[in-house]
């Protein structure tokens, strides 16, 4: 296995690492609610995709009404 013949000073490692970034994540408004979310995702606060109710959001208020 190769090894390197000298080492690295640790100014050197983190100069590389100042190349390390953080994509920012791409947002996009929901159409039936306005928020914003994720591309090609269902909507997390009305529970839309593609124009039609994809899935059921549940809150604390429609949890009571299942269980009575
Ligand atoms: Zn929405």
Redesign the pocket.
Known sequence: MPLPKKRHSSCRGKKNRTHWKIAKSTLVP?P????L?APHRV?P????YAGRQAIEIKTKKTEKKKES
Do not use: L, Y
């Open positions: 929901c039936q609610c306005k928020t979310k909507c606060v009305c529970g839309a």
